[in-house]
């Protein structure tokens, strides 16, 4: 009598274990894709920040010929 009580409540448990960790393996999938658009994200940010710089370069190399032919002058 005592083995079924004990089956019984071992067995609910894992039911109820089951039960709650459905919802949190299904949300893992959600959270990959989260991921992948978010590193997709990251390199476009780095490729934004190179073309940044770079613009800064080439504005401070234009604003020192804007100097130099304005101290020609």
């Not at 989260?34 to 073309?51: C, D, E, H, I, V």
């Not at 401070?60 to 002058?73: L, P």
């Amino acid at each position: 009598m005592v083995l079924w009580v004990v089956l019984g409540v071992v067995l609910f448990a894992a039911v109820l274990l089951v039960l709650v960790a459905l919802p949190v393996l299904s949300g893992l999938g959600r959270l990959g894709r989260a991921a992948a658009r978010t590193q997709a994200q990251l390199g476009q940010a780095q490729t934004l920040q190179m073309s940044v710089a770079h613009l800064q370069e080439r504005l401070a190399a234009r604003a020192a010929q804007a100097a130099a032919a304005k101290a020609g002058k």
